[in-house]
């Protein structure tokens, strides 16, 4: 699992489209005071060669309403295959499309068609990792949970008309025993990686070495930028 370093303009390249990037998959943030497109239903933003997969419902702008994220999925036959051992298998990428709830309708305040994998992507010696999108005080998670081996999330919050990346929380896990955890605030600019020096630990008893830092960030990191979660890297940060 890869996190973005906004100091390696390669990475950033393969993870995040270039601001001035005018692919249709990715759009612009709208303003939800200057109420512009909107439609009655949600399901009248699903663009054509796709279907939504699931809906979220909270408020993200703090408003009252309950907004509504739509988890969408392409409908490419091609992306269908056959797996030797799993049989047939829908490997069209996910997306998102967020939508703020006016009393005349919705209104598009993001989205990102292609930024997530398959569900059934090869997870290797293990299956892949689940995808949960929640609403939550105001925030969009962006939560993978792989079993045994731990999870990760990406808290993003509706600021400056965008979508943007807050917080992200990394736990790394043998079974039980939580080994590593990664948390990164982009707010503060701070960094916090505790690590577990309990080997014997079954979970719940593991003893942590904290160390703090800094990071070094200089943009800020918009949803609708993100070409994939998969290739994000905040290793060297």
Wanted: with cysteine; hydrophobic share 30%.
């Amino acid at each position: 699992m890869g996190i973005y370093s906004c100091g390696e303009q390669e990475k950033k390249q393969h993870s995040i489209s270039d601001t001035n990037n005018s692919n249709a998959e990715i759009g612009n943030s709208k303003n939800p005071n200057a109420i512009n497109d909107q439609k009655m239903s949600p399901s009248d933003f699903i663009p054509e060669g796709y279907v939504i997969f699931d809906k979220v419902l909270g408020d993200l702008n703090k408003d009252g309403i309950e907004d509504c994220v739509l988890i969408i999925k392409g409908t490419d036959k091609t992306k269908i295959i056959k797996d030797e051992y799993r049989g047939e298998l829908d490997r069209n990428r996910r997306g998102l499309i967020i939508l703020f709830n006016h009393e005349n309708g919705f209104e598009l305040a993001a989205k990102n068609h292609t930024c997530f994998t398959s569900e059934n992507e090869d997870g290797g010696v293990y299956f892949p990792p689940d995808l949960d999108v929640l609403i939550e005080k105001g925030n969009l998670f962006i939560h993978y949970a792989h079993g045994r081996y731990g999870h990760w999330q990406y808290t993003f919050r509706f600021q400056k008309s965008d979508f943007e990346l807050i917080g992200y929380d990394h736990s790394s896990n043998y079974g039980p025993r939580t080994d590593e955890k990664t948390s990164i605030n982009f707010l503060n600019k701070k960094k916090l990686v505790q690590v577990n020096m309990n080997e014997n630990a079954k979970g719940g008893d593991e003893v942590f070495n904290e160390t703090w830092s800094k990071i070094d960030i200089k943009q800020s990191i918009k949803l609708e930028e993100i070409l994939d979660f998969d290739e994000l890297d905040f290793s060297d940060l």
